[in-house]
């Protein structure tokens, strides 16, 4: 019991009802039910990308392209809508194509071992170049897009949208991916210890690169239900949102070193930024703000996860002497 009330998540769930709570009291409409699905629903892109972003931690490697991924494949999607492509097709399209970014991602990190920082700034550059020579830097708005291609992730079911469903979707699908699968305990495996790793016949690089790839297959996803929920597309979708993704993850006890994180943890470190991100608009603060709350989330958690860690190792060797 003890454990599970120190642990990271019981920690940020504590901070989010605090957060609420505190808001709560100056503007008691924001506890209301309908307005705290707004801000899950709002959140929903965050909290996908953020388990997709985590696979790729946990292997030791990290994705900065993954909102340029978003960009492209919303980009397409759009396009694709224009050009008369039904919705059923759209999809799983721009699934494959997010995908496939993904894997170029990989092949360049497990074939070339080229650091996966550089890999990803390089085709974040890249992809984001891509969209504005298709799009020839036009916009795609809300006039050119079909009702049908609009409504679908704004469609409610169950008192909740469906872009909202798919987050949840996605959450139940990672928590049986991490905890149950071999692919998922790989992934912890080459993040701990890849040399280990290779002496119980795991493919280190294998392993990296089906990070990547199911990292890309999500963002392609959430490019689709970025691009119908706004109802635009134009070259800058997302724009620095994969810093916010990045947070989400490292607030969430993600260990950047790879290894180690939760699903539980990614989603909410994505739900305690969805909740200042919502907040900072009714305590009347600029939501310009809410790059620099998010970078200084990422220092403070990785400040926190570097102390916890160096006080584990003193602990180990004191008792290594005391038994010498």
């Known amino acids: 019991m003890t454990r599970l009330l120190t642990s990271r998540e019981a920690q940020l769930g504590v901070a989010i009802l605090v957060m609420i709570a505190l808001i709560a009291v100056r503007f008691p409409a924001f506890v209301a039910p309908a307005n705290l699905a707004n801000v899950f629903n709002d959140t929903s892109a965050l909290i996908i990308l953020a388990l997709a972003q985590m696979a790729v931690i946990l292997t030791k490697c990290i994705d900065l392209s993954i909102a340029a991924t978003l960009a492209l494949c919303g980009m397409v999607a759009a396009m694709m809508n224009v050009a008369g492509v039904p919705l059923a097709a759209i999809i799983p399209l ?32 890249i992809y984001r170049g891509v969209i504005f020579l298709i799009s020839g830097g036009k916009w795609i708005n809300d006039q050119q897009m079909s009702a049908a291609f609009k409504s679908f992730p704004r469609a409610d079911f169950l008192f909740l949208p469906v872009l909202s469903w798919t987050a949840i979707l996605v959450v139940v699908v990672f928590a049986v991916l991490i905890g149950r699968t071999p692919l998922g305990r790989s992934f912890f495996a080459v993040g701990g210890n890849p040399h280990a790793a290779v002496y119980t016949g795991i493919n280190v690089g294998r392993t990296q690169f089906l990070a990547f790839v199911i990292s890309g297959a999500l963002a392609g996803l959430t490019g689709y239900l970025w691009v119908a929920r706004y109802a635009v597309a134009y070259v800058d979708i997302a724009g620095g949102f994969e ?45 310009f703000w809410q790059m620099a709350i998010s970078g200084t989330a990422i220092i403070l958690a990785i400040a926190v996860n570097a102390s916890q860690g160096r006080t584990k190792g003193r602990v180990i060797l004191k008792s290594a002497e005391h038994v010498a």
């Open 94 to 125: 721009v699934i494959l194509l997010g995908a496939g970014l993904g894997a170029v991602n990989g092949l360049l990190v497990w074939k070339l071992d080229i650091p996966p920082i550089v890999v990803t700034l390089g085709t974040m550059t």
């Open 243 to 287: 810093l916010d993704v990045v947070a989400a993850c490292v607030i969430g006890g993600i260990s950047i070193a790879g290894g180690a994180g939760s699903v539980g943890g990614a989603v909410l470190g994505a739900l305690f930024l969805g909740v200042i991100k919502n907040a900072l608009p009714v305590i009347g603060i600029s939501p």
